[in-house]
């Protein structure tokens, strides 16, 4: 059950680091490693991505 509530948010919510970060670790706990894996690395690139846009943000309101 768990494992389809968290398919299902990440369905819903793609975009969702914490999302995908929850169901690899749920993934990890079954000891499906690959299917892990793969859900760890997007939840990186996801937050890595809005890391570097709210760095962008924070720059373009700090004033010189």
């Known amino acids: 059950e768990a494992q389809t509530i ?3 948010a990440v369905e819903l919510d793609p975009d969702s680091g914490q999302a995908h970060f929850q169901l690899a670790q749920l993934l990890h706990r ?3 490693t ?3 894996n793969e ?3 997007l939840a990186r690139k996801i937050e890595k991505e809005r890391s570097a846009e709210g760095a962008v943000k924070l720059r373009l ?3 010189n």
């Open 6 to 8: 968290l398919n299902r």
């Open 30 to 32: 079954q000891g499906k």
């Open 34 to 36: 690959a299917e892990s």
């Open 39 to 41: 859900q760890f690395a």
């Open 61 to 63: 309101l700090t004033p």
